[in-house]
C-alpha cells in the first residue's frame, strides 16, 4: 500500500506565491515520476507539471516560467512552487505519483485546495 499525503494549500491574492508538498509513503521499490495536476469547477482535470526519476520535467503552458516542480528522491517528496499566480489558477490540486512496489501503482493524493482571489 502506498499513501500519498499533500499540503501547502490555501488563499493567496493575485501575484502572490504558494508553495505545495507531497509525500509518499509505504510499500515502494522505485518511483517513475510524481507530479501535480488541478481540477477546477466544471472543468477536466488537468496536468500542471511532471518530474521524472531522472529529473525531467515538462509542465502546461499555461504555467511556464510561473511554476517550478522539484523533488527530494531520499524523502519521496515532490514540490510545486507557485509564483504570480492568477485567479485561474484557482482549483484543487492533486498529487500524483508513479512507480513500483510488488506491481506498477498509480496513486492519487487527497486533493488541496488553491484559491487566488483579492
Known amino acids: 500500500q502506498v499513501q500519498v499525503v499533500e499540503s501547502g494549500g490555501g488563499l493567496v491574492q493575485p501575484g502572490g506565491s504558494l508553495r505545495l508538498s507531497c509525500a509518499a509513503s509505504?510499500?515502494?521499490?522505485?518511483?517513475?515520476?510524481m507530479g501535480w495536476y488541478r481540477q477546477a469547477p466544471g472543468k477536466e482535470r488537468e496536468l500542471v507539471a511532471v518530474i521524472t526519476s531522472g529529473g525531467s520535467t515538462n509542465y502546461a503552458n499555461s504555467v511556464k516560467g510561473r511554476f517550478t516542480i522539484s523533488r527530494d528522491s531520499a524523502k519521496k517528496t515532490v514540490y510545486l512552487q507557485m509564483n504570480s499566480l492568477k485567479p485561474e489558477d484557482t482549483a484543487v490540486y492533486y498529487c500524483?505519483?508513479?512507480?513500483?512496489?510488488?506491481?506498477?501503482?498509480?496513486?492519487w493524493g487527497q486533493g488541496t485546495q488553491v484559491t487566488v482571489s483579492s
Open positions: 500524483n505519483v508513479r512507480g513500483a512496489s510488488y506491481s506498477v501503482f498509480n496513486y
Open positions: 509505504g510499500s515502494i521499490v522505485s518511483i517513475y515520476t
